[in-house]
C-alpha cells in the first residue's frame, strides 16, 4: 500500500471513529440529561431512564438479524444508511412534543446503534494492512473515550446553557457531517465474515471461548450501566453537585477511559483476559469508593477518574477477546456481543429505574457493585480444560474451533 493509500486508509479510520462518537453520544445522552428531561416532559427520573433502556433493547435484540440479512450489502452503504437514520432520530427527539414520540425514536435509532457496534470495528480492521489491524480497533475504541471526554459533558453542558432539545438537535447536525465524512471517505467493503442468522446463533453453542465471553460481559455491562446511568442524580443528591460540577466530572471521568483505553491497547496484545480481570476490580473498586465516601466533592471526584480508567480498560479488551475467540466469524461474534452488550444495557438501566425509584439512587451502585464483582470472579475462575479427544473424535472440531 502507498503512503497515499496508507493516508486514506487512516482517514477511513477516523470517520468509522467518529460514527462511533456519533453513535455513542446519543445512547448516553440521556444519562446527563435524565433530570432536565424528566422536569420538562412530567415524568419521574426511573421513567427518563427509559430513554437508555428501549435503545439498548432494540440495539440488542434487533443485530443478530439485521447484520445476517444484509451479509450481502456493501458495508459503506450499511454505515450510511445507519447514519441518515441517526440523523433523523435526533431531529424528531429535539422537537418531540411528548415522551411516547421520544421513546419511540430512540427504539428505532437503537437499531441502528446496534448494527454499527457489529460492524464497525470490522470495517477498520479491513482498511488498513493487516499489521496494522489492532491499532485500527484501538484508535476506533477510542471513539468511546472522546464521546466520554468531549461528547457526553458538552451534551450537557449546552443542556445547562440552552435546554436539553438543542442538545438533540446539535447532535443531529453532527451526525450529518459525520455521515458526508464516511461517504467521502470510507471505500467500497463488501461484506465479509457475516453468516447466515441461524448459524449466528449457533456460534456460542459450538465455542466455548465465544460463550465464556459473552456471560462476562453480560455481567459487567449490566452493573456498570446500571449504575452509571444515574450517576447525575446520585452526585446531586450526595455531593450536592450543580451541573457545572456533573459536567466536570463526567469529563475527568471520559480522560481516565482514554487513559485506559490506552493502557488496554498494550494489554491486548499480551493477556486481554487478565486486562479484563484487572479492570473489572478497578470498577468494584471505583463503586465502593463512591458509596462509602463518595458523598465529598474530592472522594466524588477521584472514584468516577477510577471508574472511567477502569472502564476504558475492559472495554477495549472485550472486543480482542471477541476476536481471539471467533476470528474466523469476528462480525457474527461481534453481532451476538452487541446483543448481550446493548441488551445488557437497556436492563441495567432498566432494574437501575426500578432501584431509584423503590429504594432510592445509592441502592443502584450497590446493584453495580454486586454484578461487576460476580463479572470479575466469573473472569478469575479457571477455565475448563479440554478433554483428551478420542480416535473417534480426534478428527472433529473442539468446542473452542472457529464456526465457518
Not at 79 to 103: D, E, Q, R
Request: hydrophobic share 55%; charged share 10%.
Amino acid at each position: 500500500m502507498t503512503n497515499h493509500g496508507l493516508l486514506r486508509a487512516w482517514l477511513g479510520v477516523s470517520a468509522i471513529t467518529a460514527s462511533l462518537f456519533v453513535f455513542l453520544t446519543t445512547e448516553l445522552m440521556p444519562v446527563g440529561l435524565l433530570t432536565p428531561i424528566s422536569s420538562s416532559l412530567d415524568i419521574s427520573v426511573g421513567v427518563a431512564g427509559l430513554m437508555v433502556t428501549l435503545y439498548g433493547v432494540s440495539a440488542g435484540l434487533g443485530v443478530p438479524f439485521i447484520v445476517a440479512w444484509t451479509r450481502r450489502v456493501d458495508r459503506r452503504v450499511l454505515l450510511s444508511a445507519l447514519l441518515a437514520v441517526l440523523t433523523l432520530g435526533n431531529l424528531v427527539t429535539a422537537v418531540a412534543l411528548n415522551y411516547p414520540l421520544v421513546l419511540t425514536t430512540r427504539l428505532v435509532m437503537g437499531f441502528a446503534s446496534g448494527v454499527f457496534w457489529a460492524i464497525g470495528v470490522s470495517m477498520a480492521m479491513r482498511l488498513v494492512p493487516e499489521r496494522h489491524a489492532s491499532r485500527a480497533a484501538a484508535v476506533v475504541m477510542s471513539g468511546i473515550s472522546i464521546a466520554a471526554v468531549v461528547g457526553i459533558p458538552l451534551g450537557t453542558a449546552v443542556e445547562d446553557l440552552t435546554g436539553w432539545r438543542t442538545t438533540f438537535l446539535i447532535w443531529s447536525a453532527l451526525s450529518l457531517l459525520v455521515f458526508l465524512a464516511v461517504a467521502a471517505l470510507v471505500p467500497s467493503l463488501p461484506s465479509a465474515n457475516a453468516v447466515p442468522v441461524r448459524d449466528v446463533f449457533g456460534l456460542p453453542l459450538r465455542n466455548a471461548p465465544l460463550r465464556t465471553v459473552l456471560i462476562t460481559v453480560v455481567l459487567f455491562v449490566l452493573g456498570h450501566f446500571g449504575a452509571y446511568t444515574f450517576v447525575r442524580p446520585y452526585l446531586e443528591d450526595h455531593a450536592s453537585a450543580s451541573s457545572g460540577f456533573v459536567t466536570a466530572v463526567l469529563m475527568l471521568y471520559g480522560l481516565g477511559g482514554a487513559a485506559g483505553n490506552f493502557a488496554a491497547g498494550y494489554a491486548v496484545s499480551r493477556n486481554p483476559r487478565a486486562g479484563f480481570a484487572i479492570g473489572c476490580a478497578g470498577l468494584v473498586a471505583s463503586l465502593l469508593l463512591l458509596i462509602t465516601i463518595g458523598d465529598g466533592r474530592a472522594s466524588a471526584v477521584v472514584a468516577l477518574v477510577l471508574w472511567g480508567i477502569s472502564f476504558g480498560v475492559v472495554q477495549l479488551c472485550q472486543v480482542n477477546l471477541t476476536q481471539a475467540a471467533a476470528p474466523d466469524t469476528f462480525e457474527a461474534a461481534m453481532s451476538l456481543n452487541t446483543m448481550a452488550y446493548n441488551t445488557s444495557i437497556a436492563l441495567g438501566a432498566l432494574f437501575g429505574g426500578l432501584f431509584a425509584d423503590h429504594a432510592g439512587v445509592p441502592s443502584v451502585v450497590w446493584f453495580g457493585v454486586a454484578l461487576t464483582t460476580a463479572s470479575l470472579l466469573f473472569t478469575l475462575t479457571p477455565a475448563r480444560k479440554p478433554t483428551r479427544p478420542t480416535s473417534d473424535d480426534a478428527m472433529a472440531p473442539g468446542p473452542g474451533a472457529a464456526v465457518r
